[in-house]
C-alpha cells in the first residue's frame, strides 16, 4: 500500500503525490519527438516513452529499421521550419510489423520505405504535376515519426501508393537515402538536366554530395563548392572530383574554366542562405538556371540587381519534396551506384543517443547521420 504525502514540486507549488503509485505499464517504445511548447527547457527534442501506435483498417504498423537526419529536422528542432506539421523524421524505412484490415497489398515481414507527405492525385495542383503543392500532400505524415521504434503509416499513404517495397539486396541505411534523393531527382527533371551540362552544387552537404552523384549519373561535369574544408574532403573520398573551397577560390571562376569560360548551365543551390543563391545566380552562364533547393529561413531576403537578372536571361527554379515517381526514379538511382551513395551514410547512433546524432549533424563533421532503433 502507498501513503499519501506533499511535495514541493516547484517553489510556491505544493504538489500531491501517492508514493507507491506506478504509471500504467503501456509506455513500451522510444521515440524522438519534439518537446512540446510551454515546457520546461525552451525549443529542442527529446526521447520520449510513447504507446505502440494502434493501427486502423488499411494502416500498416513500421519496424524502424533506419531513418535519416534531415536538415528540415534540425530546423524543426530549433524552431525554425514552419513549412509542415512539426512531426520528426521522414527519411524511415523499416519492416512491416502489423497489417490493418484491407491493405491488401503488403505483409507482415516485408522491407518498405513508407513516403511521409502523398498527394491527393486528384486536384487542380496534382493534374498540373505540382504534387509537393497539393493541400493534402504536407498533411500527411507518419506516427509519431520516423525517429521512432515503430510507427504507423495512415491509410491514406497506404492507400495512395506512397508505400514503397524494397529490393532485395538494399540494406537499410542506403534505403533510407531514399527520400532525400527522390528530393533531388524532383529538382534535377525540374530544371531538365542534360548530357555534358555543366553543373555547380553549392554546399558540400549530405543532399549536395547526393546532387553530385546523381548528376554524374546523367552525364553532367560536375563542381561542388563548400565554405568546409571538412565537408569538401569527406566529398573527395566519394570520388567527386572538380570541389571548390569557396573561401579560398573564386567559385564562379573555378567554374568558368571549366566552362570555356561560359559559366555553369545549372547550379543548385544546396544550402539555405540567399547569400549562396545571390553567389550561384554569379556562376551560372547567361541564360543558365538557378535552383533554390536548399530551405531558406523564413524572412530572409534576397538582393539582386533585377536588371542584372533580366539581362542575363537567368531562370530561377525552385523545389520542395517528392512524389513516388521520384521516389522510384531514387530507388533506381541508388541501385546503379550503391557503393558511392552507401558512403554518403557516415554516422549511426540509436534513438537513445539522439543527442550526440544531432552534435555531427550540425557540426558538419560528417556527412548523413542515419538514426537506427
Ligand atoms: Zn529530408
Ligand atoms: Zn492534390
Known sequence: MGSFVFTEAEPGFIAFAYIGWQPPRCLDLKAVLLRQPGRS????AEVADVPVPEIAPGELLVEMMACGLCGTDVE??????????????HEAVGVVAQVGEGALDFRKGDRVFP???????QCYYCLHGDETLCKEYRRSNIHPGGFSEYFRVPAWNVGKGGVLRLPQGIGFAEAS?????????????KCSVGESDVALVVGAGPVGVLHAILLGQRGARVMVSDVSEGRLRL???LGIENLVDAKAVDVSEGVRKLSEGRGADIAIVAAGSPQAVKQAAGA??????VCMFGVPPKGSMMDIDAS??????LTIVTSYGAT???VTSALDAIGRSRDRFSQVVTHSFPIARFDEAMGVATSGSGLKVVITP
Not at 527547457?41 to 529542442?44: A, L, N, P, S
Not at 537515402?177 to 527533371?189: G, Q, S, T
Not at 542584372?308 to 536571361?313: A, K, T
Open 235 to 237: 566529398a573527395e573520398r
Open 76 to 89: 524543426k528542432i530549433r524552431g525554425e521550419y514552419t513549412a509542415s506539421l512539426p512531426i520528426l523524421g
Open 284 to 289: 551560372v552562364r547567361p541564360g543558365g538556371k
Open 177 to 189: 537515402l531514399i527520400e532525400p534523393a527522390a528530393c533531388c531527382v524532383r529538382a534535377l527533371d
Open 308 to 313: 542584372e537578372l533580366y539581362n542575363s536571361g
Open 41 to 44: 527547457g525552451g525549443v529542442g
Open 324 to 326: 513516388e515517381k521520384d
Open 115 to 121: 513516403h511521409h507527405h502523398v498527394p491527393c492525385h
